[in-house]
């Protein structure tokens, strides 16, 4: 799986951004090129300070559920992560037993670091809150950890991130059970589809439903057919809805904040605090900056 830009990179981008824009402000050396660097730097601030913001507020105002009562919807979970039962997941570099990772292979040419291969896992895993558990579905999902390893390997400087099993689980997402009660199911639509697969076997719906034995179904012995595979679609649904219900965690559809993390929130929020403030700095010190050039001689 190819390692794609994650938002929580957003704020090292941008900043990357703002200073190849100042940069380009010093090569132009023009009143013109700095106008439109310092715009640019100004407009790109201001959304990375929206965005930092609400990715706080998010984590400061979205309450605990629990896993055992939490309602259907968007909800913070917290508890410890776990590996699903099988095969443990391991690291791609250092093969270490996870439950998430992303690595980057870089190589040295040219006095420059140019990657040559990246990737991270898309394996799910549970999180266990002591009142129940959660499958945790990492498509989409920011993910922000502590365990970070980077070392250099002759000409390759290799680095990897993991979240480790038993780690503390952070996440905030969309909250859906699967099954039990809340499993949508169409008994007219199960009821035809198993009708279909009845008439498929001639033989079959003869000897079950030819009462008179003269080798049709006529329209009497078709509603028995009928009542029949109500019966049963009905015993399949019962049987369906009385399994174990399968708590899940995924990407909103909405949009909203996908955060995975093993940081305490009280951190996260902290951390975005800051990066909001850091933007907020630099936007309005690249609109100061402005009656600066247009009164500098070039």
């Avoid at 776990?82 to 997941?89: M, R, S």
Wanted: positive net charge; contains cysteine.
């Amino acid at each position: 799986m190819i390692v794609r830009l994650r938002r929580e990179y957003g704020h090292f981008v941008t900043s990357g951004a703002q200073l190849l824009l100042l940069a380009v402000g010093a090569k132009l050396a023009s009143r013109t090129g700095w106008f439109v660097c310092l715009g640019l730097m100004a407009l790109t601030s201001l959304i990375a300070w929206v965005s930092t913001l609400r990715r706080r507020r998010t984590i400061a105002d979205t309450p605990t559920s629990r896993v055992a009562s939490a309602a259907q919807g968007y909800v913070e979970l917290r508890g410890t992560g776990k590996a699903l039962d099988g095969v443990p997941l391991r690291s791609h570099l250092t093969g270490r037993p996870c439950l998430w990772y992303r690595y980057t292979v870089e190589e040295r040419s040219d006095d420059k670091w140019r990657t040559i291969d990246s990737g991270e896992s898309d394996a799910s895993f549970i999180l266990d809150d002591g009142s129940g558990q959660c499958l945790i579905d990492v498509d989409g999902a920011e993910i922000l950890t502590r365990h970070k390893e980077s070392w250099n390997d002759g000409r390759f400087r290799k680095t990897e991130w993991k979240l480790l099993i038993d780690d503390p689980a952070y996440a905030l997402g969309e909250f859906r059970t699967l099954g039990g009660g809340n499993l949508e199911l169409d008994i007219k639509q199960d009821v035809t589809d198993l009708l279909s697969e009845w008439k498929r076997d001639p033989p079959m719906l003869l000897k079950r439903f030819d009462l008179n034995q003269d080798g049709n179904i006529d329209m009497q012995e078709w509603t028995l057919a009928r009542q029949a595979a109500k019966r049963e679609v009905a015993r399949t649904h019962r049987a369906a809805r009385n399994e174990a219900e399968l708590n899940t965690l995924r990407c909103p559809a909405s949009g909203q904040l996908y955060l995975l993390s093993n940081f305490d929130p009280d951190q996260l929020a902290r951390r975005y605090l800051w990066w909001s403030l850091f933007h907020l700095v630099i936007f309005f010190g690249a609109l100061l900056a402005l009656p600066w050039v247009s009164q500098r001689p070039f």
